[in-house]
């Protein structure tokens, strides 16, 4: 069955570049987080939605960060002025409602900033 | 939020039982231990997870002391494909608790599996 999907895969972008990110989650999934992991580091969350709405954002580094849902499926998360630190795999994960037991993650965007 | 303790790494040869090790002295009555792994290059999949008592599914039992304050994942005959990085984290049964819903990852335990 489809999984959580995420593209691009890769992305390699210039330092202040805008660059968007998207996340498919599995169909009928209500909860959708977005992570970071940084190189040999675990993964830090970043923000999640509840439908299309985000209650929680506390995890966005700066507010270069921002991050929408629309119609309760896709969403992007888009870092703008791109700085080297951003250079991380960003995991989109969905599940079947916030706090539900299990978090389905997507392979990830892995994102080298120049 | 209370924290995990785990190994930063551990080996096991190939269909031999290991035995991954989580502690989490401070964990309060209402935080559900759950464990993830994830696969080289992959992102993480759930494992298992539980409240008070031992749990068993199809990947892996979840052996849990009796006082919460410490866990153990058991992989009853690795395969090498069961070499991942193996996350323990715990997850508050309740919202309105800070860590209900999101996953806070630690550095986690390598497992190495040799043939």
């Known amino acids: 069955g489809a999984g959580v999907s995420q593209s691009p895969s890769n992305k390699v972008t210039e330092k202040g570049k805008d660059v968007e990110l998207r996340c498919d989650p599995i169909?009928?999934?209500?909860?959708l987080y977005w992570y970071r992991q940084r190189l040999g580091q675990g993964l830090e969350f970043l923000i999640y939605?509840?439908?299309?709405?985000?209650?929680?954002k506390s995890g966005l580094p700066s507010d270069r960060f921002s991050a929408e849902r629309t119609g309760e499926s896709v969403s992007t998360l888009t870092i703008q002025r791109t700085q080297q630190e951003d250079s991380a795999v960003y995991l989109c994960?969905?599940?079947?409602?916030?706090?539900?037991?299990?978090?389905?993650f997507g392979p990830g965007t892995r994102l080298t900033v120049l | 939020d209370a924290k995990t303790t785990q190994p930063n790494s551990m080996e096991s040869n190939e269909e031999e039982p290991v035995h991954l090790p989580c502690n989490h002295s401070?964990?309060?009555?209402?935080?559900?231990i759950h464990w993830y792994r994830q696969l080289p290059s992959q992102g993480p999949e759930y494992v298992i997870h539980?409240?008070?008592s031992n749990v068993n599914n199809r990947m892996a039992s979840l052996a849990i002391a009796e006082d919460r304050k410490s866990s153990t994942l058991i992989l009853h005959r690795a395969t090498l494909r069961d070499a991942a990085v193996y996350y323990c984290?715990?997850?508050?049964?309740?919202?309105?608790?800070?860590?209900?819903?999101?996953?806070?990852f630690g550095q986690g335990t390598i497992l190495t599996v040799h043939p």
């Open positions: 994960a969905s599940s079947l409602a916030h706090g539900y037991n299990e978090q389905f």
């Open positions: 169909s009928g999934h209500t909860a």
């Open positions: 939605f509840q439908g299309n709405s985000a209650p929680d």
């Open positions: 401070t964990i309060s009555g209402t935080d559900y």
């Open positions: 539980g409240l008070t």
């Open positions: 984290i715990l997850r508050a049964l309740n919202a309105g608790g800070t860590s209900y819903g999101k996953l806070t």
